[in-house]
């Protein structure tokens, strides 16, 4: 079936460091991809999304590239700010017109002043 | 805009017995989804509603049950509760089915099996 991997982490940087979460996907089909960050104490909430290979998804500073030759979905910011502490998950919808999303475990982002 | 509100926010049980939990969506949103999301298996997916069916459902044994109203809230009832039914358990909403449509997600409701 389908699945997600992504490097569990936690991840500790300083504030302006460079941030790369991995992802990478297992899909029969043509998934879209999904990058969702979830706040302490909070639901999820759509970072950024890509629905075919080569798309680029961006939003808030960070950007994610749907490689279909490496299946590989890597979040990026280039400089994280404190307010970016977080746990992200990468996710893959291959349904078509299903709701139903496939997540990665999620990586504990901390970054400290 | 309100956004998807979960009623209860927390909720301890006692092993055997059962549970219902709420979902209200975003007004005007016809499509809700349902999550577990536990320390150990991270989130799984339990089920999705549309227009009051069912349209998809994940692996999870019978005793999850769900259903959605003619006002797209959704319930979702566990019976017999087991320790390992410990998670929390969010919803999601969005305006129709499939990728095309951002799912926006509530603050989940924390149960606690003892």
């Known amino acids: 079936g389908d699945s997600v991997t992504q490097m569990e982490g936690p991840v500790t940087l300083s504030e302006e460091a460079f941030l790369t979460i991995n992802c990478t996907y297992t899909?029969?089909?043509?998934?879209?991809l999904f990058w969702y960050v979830q706040y302490p104490g909070e639901g999820l909430q759509l970072l950024l999304k890509?629905?075919?290979?080569?798309d680029k998804g961006s939003n808030k500073g960070f950007e994610a590239t749907y490689r279909k030759e490496t299946t590989s979905f890597h979040l990026e910011k280039g400089s994280v700010q404190v307010s970016d502490s977080a746990v992200y998950f990468c996710?893959?919808?291959?349904?078509?017109?299903?709701?139903?999303?496939?997540f990665g475990k999620g990586t504990k982002l901390t970054v400290n002043p | 805009k309100a956004g998807v509100t979960q009623t209860p926010r927390y909720l301890i049980k006692t092993r055997g017995q059962q549970v219902t939990l709420s979902c209200s969506p975003i007004?005007?949103?016809?499509?809700v989804s349902w999550y577990q999301q536990t320390p150990g298996q991270g989130l799984q997916f339990l089920f999705e509603?549309?227009?009051?069916?069912?349209?998809n459902k994940g692996n999870f044994p019978g005793r999850f049950s769900g259903r959605q109203f003619s006002n797209s809230r959704s319930e979702m009832n566990v019976s017999t509760l087991e320790l390992g039914d410990s998670a929390l358990y969010l919803c999601?909403?969005?305006?129709?089915?499939?990728?095309?449509?951002?799912?926006?997600f509530g603050p989940g409701t924390r149960l606690t099996v003892t």
């Open positions: 999601a909403s969005s305006e129709g089915q499939g990728a095309a449509y951002e799912q926006y």
């Open positions: 899909a029969t089909g043509y998934p879209s």
């Open positions: 890509a629905t075919k290979a080569d």
């Open positions: 996710a893959l919808n291959d349904q078509g017109g299903s709701e139903k999303l496939v």
């Open positions: 007004s005007g949103h016809r499509s």
């Open positions: 509603y549309f227009s009051e069916t069912q349209r």
